[in-house]
């Protein structure tokens, strides 16, 4: 768990990164969507995205903005698979979980997602039909995110219980520490570490 908390970090700062550089991702996109003459449809899925990169970037700077993207949406993929490996969960954090791999499905219609308070994603486009075009893009990161949070919140606060209901859990780490000629418990007094 302790894995997928630092990973899910690491995830949270590549995004903080990506939202301070909005207005450069805006312009990549409005960029590469007038090289592609696809000015009238709002961006939709990740593969759109892709796309534009691979078929449509003419400027390094674009071409990295569009990339911190889509690797952000790649290491949210991976989290989801590794979440699916590291608590099999209930109907709760299945459904958690599900939410989240649809939204970050390649081929998913996100346009319509927005995100509400406390981000304020969509409030910083500046006019309306930005809002209508890239709401969906930038709103992305934040429900995602919000929803591993949660997820997290909620497996650890089960998996606690659990542990601390299964007395053959807790008898299973004294045995552990025990066989590695450990103490199961500290003796009072000074350690070195």
Not at 55 to 61: E, K, L, Q, V
Not at 161 to 183: G, I, T, V
């Amino acid at each position: 768990m302790d894995k997928v908390t630092e990973t899910l970090r690491s995830i949270e700062q590549n995004y903080k990164l990506f939202q301070q550089q909005q207005f450069t991702f805006i312009r990549a996109l409005e960029h590469t969507r007038d090289n592609a003459r696809d000015l009238w449809r709002p961006v939709a899925t990740i593969t759109q995205v892709q796309t534009y990169m691979d078929h449509h970037c003419n400027n390094s700077t674009d071409r990295r903005m569009l990339s911190l993207f889509l690797r952000i949406c790649n290491d949210l993929q991976k989290l989801c698979r590794s979440l699916e490996t590291v608590h099999p969960g209930d109907s709760v954090s299945n459904g958690i979980l599900e939410r989240c791999k649809l939204l970050l499905d390649d081929n998913n219609d996100f346009s319509a997602i927005r995100a509400t308070y406390p981000h304020s994603v969509v409030q910083r486009l500046s006019y309306t039909e930005a809002q209508n075009r890239y709401g969906g893009v930038v709103s992305l990161f934040p429900i995602i995110l919000d929803h591993l949070r949660e997820w997290v919140a909620y497996t650890k606060k089960n998996l606690m219980h659990y542990l601390q209901e299964n007395d053959d859990f807790q008898n299973y780490l004294y045995e552990s520490r025990r066989q590695k000629h450990e103490a199961p418990w500290k003796p009072p007094g000074r350690h070195p570490f």
